[in-house]
């Protein structure tokens, strides 16, 4: 994809979506081609998990994760 420079600062956000999504972007400065945006090969997923799909495992609780606050545990959290 080309565009220029003006269009760039108008629309980065939207161009930084296609460079995540493996499209490269040429800037222009009139008829001149000045810059390239390429995606960064990278090792961190850019899709978020779907609704549902376990991420870690399962949270283990016991009684004392019920137990009520004291006044320590209450200054901990702002709650005093």
Request: contains cysteine.
């Amino acid at each position: 994809m080309e565009v220029t420079i003006e269009y760039a600062k108008a629309h980065f956000s939207h161009l930084l979506q296609q460079v995540a999504l493996g499209e490269e972007v040429l800037l222009l400065q009139g008829a001149v081609a000045v810059a390239r945006i390429v995606p960064v090969k990278s090792s961190l997923p850019l899709t978020r998990p779907c609704v549902g799909e376990r991420t870690s495992g399962p949270v283990r609780w016991n009684t004392a994760s019920f137990a009520a606050l004291d006044e320590t545990g209450m200054h901990e959290l702002g709650l005093l």
